[in-house]
């Protein structure tokens, strides 16, 4: 089955097609949501649901991401990228003993320095922060955490391909422990007719600070499929036209192939983006 799709690409992708215009800038805007560093203002709203967790695996946890990525031109050939991350939590009571909380969760705001003009290389570098703005002590850690984070990807034909990362460590707060995490994204995106296209995204965290070695690294393996599609109608106003908005849409399951203990075994992610271009 994976043959048959896989030549089905190919021959799809290898022959002539004409492409309009508004096709190709539409074609355009689909990848433009697949790079982290885009100049494009967008607000995703990422809904993971994480089955099978706590000691008995018998849990779900729900985490929407609600990040708003917002590029500001620095110079002519320098964009800073702005991309703030509010998790909203529902966390059930894993354990007996153990409370359950429904709130935000500390804020996670990331700055890329990123060049206007790229090349077949795109990049970008920058701080990250994690600020204690969780509404219960169960929702998050309790300390302002920092450190460096970094993105780079190619567009290779229909295809984008690219990681981001980055390594926190706590630097103060009221809660207890220590914070060394890092988070590994990397992305493979394969684009299809109609503005359809495959993803794999999964979100990999290592806790360097973990109790006990197993706890360390949560690793998700799988992927999914997206769409862009514009909602509304073309609407007419003072003699110009509003153009339908742009939504991008994608859906994605993952296995955790290496997780913590009572870690979720694996997660389904839904995420709608509402788009902004120029």
Do not use: C
């Not at 599609?229 to 003072?238: D, K, M, S």
């Not at 339908?244 to 913590?260: E, S, V, Y």
């Amino acid at each position: 089955m994976l043959l048959f799709l896989l030549t089905a690409l190919s021959t799809q992708a290898a022959e002539p097609q004409k492409t309009s215009p508004q096709e190709a800038s539409e074609e355009q805007l689909v990848k433009q949501t697949q790079n982290p560093v885009a100049d494009l203002i967008s607000v995703p709203f990422q809904n993971n649901f994480n089955f099978e967790a706590g000691p008995k695996h018998n849990h779900q946890i729900y985490l929407l991401n609600i990040q708003p990525v917002i590029p500001i031109h620095i110079t002519e050939n320098w964009n800073l990228i702005a991309r703030i991350i509010q998790p909203v939590i529902n966390l059930p009571s894993l354990a007996p003993g153990i409370g359950s909380a429904t709130g935000l969760g500390d804020m996670n705001p990331t700055f890329f320095l990123s060049p206007a003009k790229s090349g077949e290389l795109i990049w970008g570098a920058g701080p990250t922060f994690t600020l204690p703005t969780a509404t219960d002590k169960l929702l998050g850690n309790g300390k302002f955490s920092l450190g460096p984070a970094a993105v780079a990807l190619t567009m290779q034909g229909h295809w984008v391909v690219g990681v981001l990362m980055n390594n926190q460590w706590s630097v103060a707060g009221w809660g207890s422990g220590h914070v060394n995490e890092m988070l590994i994204q990397p992305f493979v995106n394969y684009n299809l007719p109609d503005h359809w296209y495959l993803v794999s995204a999964p979100i990999m965290t290592a806790n360097w600070a973990a109790a006990k070695g197993g706890d360390v690294w949560t690793a998700p393996l799988g992927g999914g499929i997206g769409k862009l599609f514009r909602l509304g109608e073309i609407l007419p106003l003072e003699g110009h036209e509003i153009a339908k908005l742009p939504i991008n849409t994608q859906i994605q399951a993952f296995g955790n192939i290496a997780r913590p203990e009572d870690g979720a075994k694996w997660q389904l992610r839904f995420q709608f983006q509402f788009l902004f271009p120029k």
